[in-house]
């Protein structure tokens, strides 16, 4: 599946970059931000394609959005 392999070769970019970057320690926090970034982007790209009249760039979008998406920690339910 190359949209899948695509969005994990993205995710772990943007995880090695960031954490090469900061000096800090990386921990989950920091990973679960640039998750969040990736996914903003992602969904801003799609709307932009859709404003520009490329449906098919927008669907590429957004199944990557939905594989980060996948590796996010899922929200919490009412009763937790």
Known sequence: DQVRLDAI???K???TKTK???NK???EKAELQ??????KQRREAAEMF???G??????QEEMEAVIIESYMP???TEEE
């Open 20 to 22: 090469v970057d900061s």
């Open 34 to 39: 640039v998750l969040n970034s990736l996914l």
């Open 9 to 11: 070769r993205m995710i």
């Open 25 to 27: 320690e990386f921990d």
């Open 50 to 52: 859709r404003q520009g």
């Open 74 to 76: 899922s929200a919490p």
């Open 13 to 15: 970019t943007a995880l």
């Open 54 to 59: 490329r449906e098919d760039s927008a669907k």
